[in-house]
């Protein structure tokens, strides 16, 4: 899967929780993006980042928070996890230099929120 | 807000059969991409057309787009077991802007 990784691959957890998702890239891409995936909506950006420390919300930020310290990571935190956030996350990547915003994804992180 | 609709939602076809699906999508566009998500998996690029092209192709894939009617097709020709899978068009700006989504089409393909 082109270089990324996320940690944890499954997790449950209950309602009011904290949760933190790691996404991990060894391309030195610049931009990284994480979207959920649900039943009848497809994929939904959730936040992305254009570089170290400079992040965006995306379509449904809401409850949700980021950081990127270093290139290669991407982190996601569900301050107070809710059951509406159970759902899978993905985590992508695109290159600095294409002309056209091709993204290569990570395997998911399958969260339950209980 | 959901950018691509794909049609139909599902698909199901036996191996060496053709397999059509579409995108409809509602504003003005850079790029086209097709993506496939296997059972389980991550999503995978399959092709990119641009704004100012008609037409492309890829090994059995072969990509159209109108952008005066704002719709694309994706056709897999001689389908295989292995192209199982859903199917998820996305239109796309500049590099480093993120992608926008249909809700894809799931396929079928049995032997």
């Known amino acids: 899967d082109a270089g990324i990784t996320q940690s944890p691959r499954h997790k449950v957890t209950e309602t009011g929780t904290p949760v933190t998702l790691r996404c991990h890239q060894t391309e030195n891409h610049r931009y990284m993006y994480w979207y959920r995936q649900d039943p009848g909506h497809g994929l939904r950006l959730i936040h992305y980042s254009y570089g170290v420390k400079d992040t965006d919300k995306g379509e449904v930020s809401d409850g949700y928070s980021v950081s990127r310290s270093k290139t290669e990571d991407f982190l996601l935190t569900l301050e107070s996890a809710t059951s509406s956030q159970t759902s899978v996350y993905f985590c992508?990547?695109?290159?600095?230099?294409?002309?056209?915003?091709?993204?290569?994804f990570g395997p998911g992180t399958r969260l339950t929120v209980l | 807000s959901q950018q691509g609709e794909e049609d139909p939602q599902a698909l199901s076809i036996q191996e060496g059969e053709n397999a059509t699906m579409n995108c409809s999508y509602k504003?003005?566009?850079?790029?086209l991409q097709w993506y496939r998500q296997n059972s389980g998996r991550g999503l995978v690029h399959l092709i990119l057309?641009?704004?100012?092209?008609r037409e492309k192709h890829s090994g059995r894939l072969r990509v159209t787009l109108d952008t005066s009617k704002k719709s694309s097709s994706l056709l897999i020709t001689a389908s295989r077991a292995a192209d199982t899978a859903s199917y998820f068009c996305a239109t796309g700006e500049q590099a480093g802007t993120a992608l926008i989504f249909g809700k894809g089409t799931t396929l079928s393909v049995s032997s």
């Open positions: 992508a990547i695109s290159e600095e230099t294409a002309s056209y915003n091709e993204q290569f």
């Open positions: 057309i641009r704004s100012n092209e």
């Open positions: 504003t003005s566009i850079n790029n």
